[in-house]
């Protein structure tokens, strides 16, 4: 017969046994917890460093970038949408893209909007005003996006005012060339002329001599 006091021991055994259990088991759950935090941790500073990183580099972008809600309404500008526009980021913030292009109505806002969200992006040129009164030409890319359930265009303008400037001067002189050229072709087709019209009348003399 097992005395009282094996009993005992076996019992504490068994105690002692689960207790290590329990401990084995808390461990476990801690360990993993802790692992969970430090991904958390980890997520959360990568998260937080690629907003920072794309807020940099948005920010020191040369092209105006404005992201741009359903309604027209400007939501975001970078500092190189303000310097563009001469307006303060308060003030742009404030507006509405017909506010400083004359030629959109909101009739052709809609149809605009409708293409980037059907193609996801489009590329255009406009005119914008700026504060100051000067209309300057721009090429801009504007992306559909949607950021918690709303829609938006992301859009980023570059002044091509130089390009135009080029695009004009090429133009002109490739005028000048075709004019130069068509002038020169009607020389030679009169130069012909005359040498036909000289050689018939040099024919007609030779037989006046001859009679």
Request: include cysteine; proline fraction near 0%; hydrophobic fraction near 35%.
């Amino acid at each position: 017969m097992i005395s009282n006091r094996q009993q005992t021991k076996q019992s504490l055994l068994k105690e002692i046994s689960r207790l290590r259990k329990t401990v084995a088991d808390l461990e476990k759950k801690l360990q993993t917890k802790t692992a969970i935090e430090n991904n958390n941790k980890t997520l959360n500073h990568k998260q937080k460093l690629l907003s920072d990183f794309a807020s940099f580099a948005i920010e020191s972008l040369s092209d105006g970038a404005f992201l741009i809600a359903k309604d027209a309404s400007l939501v975001y500008v970078n500092r190189a949408a303000c310097k563009q526009l001469g307006y303060t980021e308060e003030e742009l913030l404030g507006m509405r893209v017909m506010d400083f292009n004359l030629h959109l109505t909101q009739e052709i806002w809609d149809a605009v909007w409708g293409v980037t969200v059907r193609d996801k992006i489009q590329t255009i040129e406009v005119e914008h005003l700026t504060k100051d009164g000067r209309l300057v030409p721009f090429e801009v890319l504007a992306n559909y996006i949607e950021l918690y359930g709303e829609q938006y265009s992301c859009s980023f303008t570059r002044d091509i005012t130089d390009r135009k400037k080029s695009e004009k001067e090429i133009k002109q002189r490739v005028k000048e060339l075709e004019e130069f050229y068509a002038l020169a072709v009607g020389r030679e087709l009169r130069m012909k002329q005359l040498k036909n019209e000289i050689e018939k009348l040099t024919e007609k003399l030779e037989k006046y001599k001859k009679q």
